[in-house]
């Protein structure tokens, strides 16, 4: 294809700084899980998007940060392993307020990189533009980015600026995907990703982060519906019946919203079932993590 750009830009950035927000909006659809609570993204994941005369795939990351256990030192190897690995072009998303000891030392990494770097400065619906245009000025003294873009993934704002100069500077060749995949997700992958997404939703505190959602089974039924085996480990016995909750009224609302999630996304009737499980301290076990995150 004559003309023809595609390749990959990595989404790179701190906690909360607003990746799987914008991966969400340029794909056209909720592929990446979002809550309120930092550290909700724990894997890679791709969104392809198609124009004119391009094709770029955008990788949403988990967000930047030191490892306190195993499980957050595997999802900064797969960060690291997305720039050094994948990056045609990086797009370094921050908040509109200085950086700090993580957003810097991010930005020491990317400057490594021989790609192109743009800076996306999100959230400025939240501050005055002054605020944001000061902010920006700090991450271009640390990044001397290829361009910088004031953002607001959340309501769209400058979000169409960003997606030309993104695909403006793709390599050239040809496209990645076939037409009508919008990413290198499957089915099983969504099912778990939804479950976990509700428990975010739904539990405070440290469940969420002590909990992991593998789909243990997915069948395509001919007659509807599917069916979706879900398994919730959590790391202590004590954490089960707050997963349950009284009289399992916690994971009825648990089950039922990772359904309605999942059968919104597919388009058809799918049947989820939640087991949960007891995985002692899971977190820190590299076998439980690559059983959980390293197949899917």
Known sequence: MNGFRSGFAVIAGAPNAGKSTLLNRLAGGDLSIISPKPQTTRENIAA???????????????????????????????????????????????????????????AALVK?????????VNKTDTVSPAQAKTAAAEYEKLLSPAATHLISARRGDGVSALEAALAAALPEGEPYFPPGQWTDRWERFFAAEFAREQIFRLYGEEIPYACAAVTESFAENAKPPDVARIAVYVEKESQKPIIIGKGGAMIKRLREGAQKRLENFLGRPVRVEITVKVAKNWRADPVKIKQFYGER
């Open 48 to 106: 392809v998007r198609n124009g004119k005369n391009y094709q770029l795939v955008l990788v949403d990351t988990p967000g930047f940060l030191r490892p306190a256990y195993k499980l957050q030192d595997t999802m900064l190897h797969g960060i690291k392993r997305a720039l050094r690995e994948d990056a045609d072009i990086v797009c370094f998303m921050a908040e509109p307020r200085p950086p700090g000891p993580k957003e810097k030392e991010l």
């Open 112 to 120: 490594t990189l021989a790609v192109p770097v743009f800076l996306a």
